[in-house]
């Protein structure tokens, strides 16, 4: 009996402990609540952070890289649980109570409870789903067009005829190849600038490619051209046939048209890499030549001549351009004739009419008329093309030898390169061509005219923004043609952007002035040539030169300008010495440049620009280097990377060229700041880049006795510098809570400032800033990854109450671009109505990855509606919480141009009415952000509708 007993207890017993267990957990999921919801409220951050993580490196990298479809549907299932744990964050703060209130609905919590559980091991699945083994980057799809700059304010007529035709030919099924032929000068290249650029085309083609061919072209420059638009990876040790494989496989199916301007000789398109184009799989070819027998060569199936431009439409295009002055009576029948010695080519028309524009010196007309007339000279005549004439009497015309020696200058760059405006005009300085008795600025302001007057005189073009010029190819063979053996400018010995090609005999070397292997494959040079008048040697860009000959620089007395940069040589030779009168020095991006000769950089004595940034120097050759050049009595631009605040100071002590305040435009970087990925001023989606003269980028916390003692300020060298500096980049510095606490930032004219990483800033400008006027002068500021920043500009005094804003404040008034990125603490962009006021010149404001961010500014806050008058691209990216931009009140932004709106879910008006933006041009963002737009009517809607554009 006892037996029994003792079983039906153990029974029992047993049946308890089964009934237990989940009734013990359910307890625990109310009793652990609290801890529990800590657990989870920690590991929700954890998980925002590196959403956050990987969100700004996919940002940094755009647009060449996007995330994989992994990561995209594991940053949506991340936006769902950020989601749910705001919505039961609201449960927990409630108190839910029965029995009228008096105590708590102990199931409630449980079921609460239990929740907390499941979404802590959720996170815990999304936290692993996370490693991403194959990475969550892969490179972005090319776009079908790539636009090409083209001014058509100017074209003629018969542009857009020829226009036409081609592609009525492209629209015929038999037709796959097309040849557009007619001599130099003509408008080839302007005629295929319209049809890449045509809207219709994008929707024919999948991909749409541009290679200018140029005479210099070899299979493997075409290969790397065609890569580099497909975003297909090429090495140098693949073989021609392997690339072309390549290509091929990417071209596979795929209906493309290729356009290729300026072929010379017949381009064997297979050899490349491309599929043939023919009528079954609708790819087509079109390619500008200046020789009919290329088309044939080519295998062309119809061929369009430009022709030449008819009298009457010369007639109007060369008045139109000389403006009201040929209206005078003694100049106009002078216009008439030269119109007519022009021949009707569009080029030459352009050309001579810069040249006589507004000119009222009758005179003038007559001298250049019977210089048109006169007999060529035997240069011009052997290469047999009028258009080469005009251009010679025109670049006669050019008033002052500046404006010839640029020009001439611009001639040792690669054929259609643009060219870089502040890098010339070094150059020219350095040489001498502009007066080394100016200052370095002033000869960037004089440098800027002459080519202004050379653009202004169709000699040169646009690039493709305002710090680029372009050279015309025709213009090039001209300057080519007189600075060859026969012609009557000094010689030149030019070989940029040519493939394999020999280094030419010393001969050659020996009468030139100036020599340009700038972008070639360049693999040696020679031991020791004779350069007696040698004043200037381009060898930048040449992956392949990895030693130079230790006495090439014996025997180069007048050598002025030498550029090494981005070559792989690993050291100087000692010859580099004896360059007496070596001007400007330029090793940046060599990175694996780990040698120089000591004593080397002291001996330069008349040395006045020294570019040394990205280079594989140890600390120790660093420490060396920076003593060496405290010892340069001439510099005047120098950049260089100090590594240490230390190596900073001696050089700020010991430099006599930064005492006597010579050396005025500077790039210095201290503590490790790497540069490939530090944050530049400038943005490539709004075509704001800035030209900076006087940049400091300073990493904070690297260490050092000083930086300990000076707390959270800047160390003594480094506000020194940054006193005459434009450009500020400040990371890493982990005291600083507010910039006005740095008073140098307040008293100083500073045009740019990036903020970067400086985890324990709360605010930009404090009041007291405010009061000192702070950032006044300011135009440009990036705040980039900053924690715990939560306003930009602050109001309030540090202990009192809120007073209104001083009556003369300046703060921000200048300021043309403002970029915030990943700032998850701030929650209104700014401040004050009173801010908003103040930035009357605002042109890009660009906010992403601010995870706090819900407005523009507070609720209580009222401005005008015309606020932000010169606003022209607005990016708001990234901002889940972001749901109004100025609370209801339509805006009045006549500049606005661009809006892109990408990833703000709560966002649901846009931030102006029907005729708020009338410049407006383009909206981009996601389709479901925009369906989910509250239109105040279908009308409204449609008004907008041709603006949008989907984006990924």
């Known amino acids: 009996m006892a037996e029994v007993a003792e079983a039906i207890a153990q029974t029992v017993c047993e049946i308890g402990r089964c009934l237990w267990v989940p009734i013990a957990r359910r307890i625990n999921y109310g009793r652990k609540l609290s801890k529990n919801w800590e657990v989870l409220c920690e590991k929700a951050r954890d998980l925002g952070l590196k959403r956050e993580d990987i969100l700004a490196q996919a ?36 108190e839910k109570k029965c029995v009228g209130g008096l105590c708590l609905d102990i199931f409630a919590r449980i079921e609460l409870g239990k929740r907390v559980v499941n979404m802590i091991n959720d996170i815990k699945e999304l936290e692993d789903k996370s490693k991403f083994e194959n990475g969550f980057l892969v490179d972005a799809p090319p776009a079908t067009v790539e636009m090409q700059p083209n001014d058509t304010s100017k074209l003629s007529e018969s542009a857009y005829l020829t226009l ?36 219709e085309i994008a929707e024919i083609f999948d991909f749409v490619i541009w290679v200018t061919v140029s005479r210099s072209q070899s299979i493997r420059m075409i290969q790397e051209e065609v890569g580099q638009r497909l975003s297909v990876e090429i090495t140098k040790a693949e073989s021609d046939d392997r690339v072309a494989r390549k290509l091929l496989q990417k071209l596979h199916r795929k209906k493309y048209l290729l356009l290729l301007d300026d072929v010379w000789e017949m ?17 087509k070819v079109v390619l500008t030549t200046r020789k009919l027998e290329v088309c044939r060569k080519m295998g062309t199936d119809i061929e369009v001549k430009v022709k030449v431009l008819q009298e009457e439409e010369a007639r109007g295009m060369f008045y139109a351009n000389v403006e009201d002055v040929v209206k005078l009576p003694d100049i106009k029948p002078l216009a008439e004739k030269i119109v007519r010695e022009c021949d009707g080519l569009p080029l030459a028309l352009k050309v001579v009419s810069g040249v006589l524009r507004k000119e009222e010196n009758v005179n003038v007309w007559r001298n250049f008329l019977r210089e048109l007339r006169s007999p060529a000279t035997s240069f011009i005549e052997d290469m047999n093309e009028n258009v080469f004439k005009i251009l010679k009497v025109s670049y006669d015309q050019l008033k002052y030898t500046e404006k010839k020696q640029c020009l001439l200058f611009c001639g040792l760059y690669p054929e259609d390169s643009e060219i870089e405006k502040s890098e010339l005009i070094e150059y020219l300085r350095a040489e001498g061509i502009l007066s080394r008795e100016i200052t370095f600025a002033e000869a960037h302001d ?79 040079l020679p031991e020791s040539p004779d350069c007696p008048e040698l004043q200037t040697l381009l060898l930048q860009r040449n992956s392949n030169l990895h030693v130079i000959p230790e006495t090439l620089f014996s025997n180069m007395p007048d050598l002025r300008v030498l550029d090494l940069s981005s070559t792989d040589i690993k050291s100087l030779p000692t010859s580099i010495s004896k360059l007496d009168s070596l001007r400007e020095l330029v090793l940046s991006n060599c990175r694996l440049l780990n040698a120089l000769p000591a004593g080397a950089i002291c001996k330069l004595s008349q040395i006045e620009v020294i570019k040394l940034l990205g280079t594989g120097l140890s600390d120790e050759s660093i420490e060396i280097v920076a003593k060496e050049l405290s010892n340069l009595s001439s510099l005047s631009y120098l950049e260089f990377d100090f590594r240490t605040v230390r190596n900073l100071q001696h050089f700020l002590e010991n430099s006599r060229s930064w005492r006597e305040r010579r050396l005025t435009q500077f790039r210095f970087y201290i503590n490790n700041v790497d540069i490939d990925s530090d944050l530049y001023i400038g943005d490539h989606s709004s075509d704001f880049t800035i030209r900076i003269d006087r940049c400091l980028c300073y990493r904070g916390g690297g ?121 998850p603490k701030i929650e209104q962009l700014f401040s004050s109505g009173f801010m908003v006021q103040h930035l009357s010149n605002l042109e890009l404001l660009d906010v992403r990855s601010c995870q706090g961010l819900k407005g523009m500014i507070p609720d209580d806050q009222k401005l005008d ?23 209801g009140v339509p805006m009045c932004w006549q500049s606005l141009e661009v809006m892109f709106i990408l990833r703000c879910p709560k966002l649901k008006k846009l931030p102006f009415d029907t005729n708020g ?18 239109w105040d009517n279908d009308a409204v809607k449609l008004q907008f509708q041709p603006l949008f554009r989907a984006s990924i």
């Open 703 to 823: 260490g050092g006795e000083e930086e300990e003692e000076r707390g959270s300020s800047l160390p003594s060298a480094i506000e020194d510098v940054l006193i005459k500096s434009d450009a500020f980049i400040l990371i890493g510095h982990g005291k600083l809570r507010t910039l006005s606490e740095v008073g140098v930032l307040n008293k100083y004219e500073l045009k740019s400032c990036c903020i970067q990483e400086c985890n324990a800033l709360e605010k930009i400008v404090n009041r007291n800033g405010l009061e000192m006027g702070a950032f006044s002068n300011l135009e440009h500021l990036y705040l980039v990854k900053l924690s715990n920043l939560k306003t930009i500009l602050c109001l309030e005094m540090e202990e009192g109450p809120l007073l209104p804003p001083p009556p003369n404040a300046n703060t921000f008034t200048n300021l043309k671009s403002l970029r915030l990125s990943n700032c």
């Open 865 to 887: 509606y015309e606020s932000l008058p010169k606003l022209r691209i607005l990016w708001l990216v990234d901002l889940p919480e972001f749901d109004s931009c100025f609370k």
């Open 267 to 283: 381009v064997d398109l297979v050899a490349v890499g491309f599929p043939n184009s023919t009528q079954d799989n609708g790819c």
């Open 164 to 199: 036409a035709m081609v592609i009525e030919k492209i629209r015929d099924e038999c037709t796959s190849r097309i040849g557009i032929w007619g001599m130099g000068g003509v408008g080839k290249t302007t005629v295929l600038k319209l049809l890449n650029n045509k809207p």
């Open 446 to 524: 004089k440098g800027d005219a002459i080519l202004q007057a050379l653009i202004d005189a169709s000699l040169l073009e646009k690039g493709y923004n305002d710090y680029f010029v372009k050279m015309h190819d025709v213009v090039r063979d001209l300057v080519l043609a007189m600075t060859s053996p026969k012609g009557e400018e000094p010689q030149q010995l030019v070989r940029a952007g040519i493939s394999s090609e020999m280094i030419p005999d010393e001969v050659e070397w020996k009468k030139a002035t100036r020599i340009s292997f700038m972008k070639n494959d360049l693999p040696n």
């Open 59 to 94: 940002e940094r990298l755009n647009p060449q890289k996007i995330l994989t479809k992994e990561c995209d549907g594991w940053l949506k299932k991340v936006d769902e649980m950020v989601k749910k744990v705001e919505t039961i964050k609201s449960e927990f703060n409630v």
């Open 917 to 934: 933006a009338p410049n407006l041009g383009r909206i981009r963002g996601s389709q479901m952000w925009w369906d989910a737009l509250e």
